[in-house]
């Protein structure tokens, strides 16, 4: 845990969240400023920064996001959707405790337009 990091106080119940999923490596909540009719976060347990840190030593959580983010698309019938991983502060990252967003329940485009 990192004690100035605004995930890990959300992990550690410190500051309250719309919890949807949660595992012995994942949690996973709604996220406060939605984008889409569904907007969740899926959060490591443990703090990684950002993507560029991901190791051989820790990327096993990476797997293990993707599949929660299986299994709550499944459980609530999402049949399709977007993940989004922001890396660093040009490409939009605000919060440095990698994340990754499940984006659903709206036509989505693609390309240069939709990169904002
Ligand atoms: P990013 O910009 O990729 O770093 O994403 C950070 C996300 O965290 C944004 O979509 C915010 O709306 C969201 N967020 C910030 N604070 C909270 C919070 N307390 N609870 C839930 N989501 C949050
Ligand atoms: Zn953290």
Redesign the pocket.
Known sequence: MDKDC?FCK?IAGE?P?GKVYEDDAVYA?????PIAPVHY?FVPKTHICCAKKITAENSDVVGKIFEAIAKVAESENINSYRVIN?CGEEA????MHL?F?LVAGKKMGWGEQSLG
């Not at 909540?29 to 400023?33: E, L, Q, V």
């Not at 939009?92 to 919060?95: A, D, M, P, W």
């Open positions: 605004l959300i500051i969240s909540f709604k996220d406060i400023n976060l922001n939009g990252q605000s919060v994340h967003h």
